[in-house]
């Protein structure tokens, strides 16, 4: 749902910055001195507002609003981290080795068997570990990933493949252009070549008498 409200205005920096007082507990009297003496909430409450400041009402709005999905959301990102980090440990433990976007991928496959009841707790070391009914989830999880992961190597070596013919086209050019230049400095010592190249002959009778004087019968 889109929020509106004075503190909803107020640009992102700002707003995460308040939703960090707030979850630090900062008196709601030191929070409102802060945020209204700010240059850019002025001019905000200025335009939008009549001057109005923002006032502990709307500072316990946003309390249970704005600032609950805040919370939310980072719970969101913690778990997240958590479970990326538990991806990783057991990719590398099964001999895998997961890119940065399997990682994300694991991870989401990871919160499905968090869904479905399964949670992470610590070990005695403080590595997270799952526990809960659903590790039959977890292994079918990890196994999709693993798949996901050989498929991306597969188009890494191809590409790396493809990459290589590039490179040798590329060279075998270089070296066409080479011989094309050399050919030429040659054609043009040779008297009876350059002055067929320099004939009013038209273009393609031009082409077809070098031709015949230089490669002969190969021509």
Do not use: C
Not at 12 to 19: D, K, T, Y
Not at 170 to 191: C, G, P, Q, Y
């Amino acid at each position: 749902m889109a929020r509106t409200g004075k503190i909803a205005r107020l640009p992102l920096a700002i707003r995460e910055e308040l939703n960090e007082r707030l979850r630090d507990n900062h008196s709601g009297n030191d929070i409102l001195t802060w945020v209204n003496a700010l240059p850019i909430t002025q001019e905000i409450l200025q335009k939008q507002f009549a001057s109005e400041p923002i006032s502990d009402a709307n500072l316990s709005v946003w309390r249970q609003g704005g600032f609950a999905e805040w919370l939310e959301d980072q719970e969101k990102v913690h778990k997240v981290q958590k479970l990326s980090e538990l991806s990783l440990r057991l990719a590398k433990a099964s001999g895998g080795n997961l890119s940065e976007g399997l990682l994300a991928i694991a991870a989401g496959k990871l919160q499905e068997a968090l869904e479905a009841g399964a949670e992470i707790d610590t070990d005695e070391e403080g590595n997270p570990i799952l526990t809960g009914p659903s590790l039959d989830k977890l292994v079918t999880a990890l196994a999709k990933v693993r798949g996901m992961e050989l498929e991306a190597q597969k188009l890494e070596v191809k590409r790396i493949e493809v990459t290589q013919k590039g490179q040798a086209l590329d060279l075998e050019t270089r070296k066409f252009n080479h011989l094309r230049v050399k050919s030429f400095i040659e054609w043009m010592a040779d008297e009876e070549a350059k002055k067929i190249a320099t004939s009013d002959l038209a273009t393609d009778a031009k082409l077809e008498a070098l031709g015949q004087y230089l490669f002969q019968d190969a021509w």
